[in-house]
């Protein structure tokens, strides 16, 4: 299907005995916005890992745009060039203000000049709610301001994909909402977005998509209201009622 952004085909992961994916099927449509659910060691976090190269894969083929993921060289930077990754502990350059950390990927990846790449970083800051911290170094800013910070980084390479990975879950709850905040903006705005996360509430606004993984598979995929609805799946019936309880 010609819109399909990003297609996963019988991909396999092993980390040591350990088989984390276990015949991985995924297409992510251009606009869709995917919700990876499940319990902790079901391999979501290996998903977004390999679709993004960090980790190789075993077995199977992951396509992005319709080229297949380079193995190595500037062939796999580009690649990467493509795809941004906001992750779980925000990974800024400490010594650089928040206006450093956006502008740096499309100075030094994009070859952008640095009054353009500041321009556009500045913009960024603003509509993550952030426009009078462009000057405020990591240690400065609370969690919150840096996961944000952490976004407008992964939005200044213009990607074709998003990926987030537990972007949430070393937060303090206040700071919670104003990241989502951010995350269902990029959602309504057309981003092609697949998030690993535990916040439900998320899930059911802003997904397109909810896939649940278990012990490195798919068990069950739907829209928000058929999975969180009308789970069929005993796995998926067990995590919701756990879940859903408090």
Known sequence: MSDQLVALS?????????????????????????????????????????INRLEPIDSGTITLDGRAVPAEGKALARYRADIGMVFQS??????????????????????????????????????????????????QLSGGQQQRVAIARALAMEPKLLLFD????ALDPEMISDVLDVMIELAQSGMTMIVVTHEMGFARQAADQV??????????RGTPAEFFDHPTSTRAKDFLSKILAY
């Open 90 to 139: 925000f990974n800024l350059f400490s010594h650089k203000t928040a206006l450093g950390n956006v502008a740096l990927g499309p100075m030094k990846v994009r070859g952008r000049a640095k009054a353009d790449a500041e321009r556009t970083a500045r913009e960024l800051l603003d509509r993550v709610g952030l426009a009078d911290k462009a000057d405020a170094i990591p240690a």
């Open 10 to 50: 019988k991909v396999n992961k092993h980390f040591g005995p350990l088989h984390v994916l276990k015949d991985i099927d995924l297409g992510v449509a251009r606009g869709q916005v995917v919700v990876v659910l499940g319990p902790s060691g079901s391999g979501k976090s290996t998903l977004c890992r390999v």
């Open 211 to 220: 896939v649940f993984m278990d012990e490195g598979e798919i068990v069950e």
């Open 166 to 169: 537990e972007p949430t879950s």
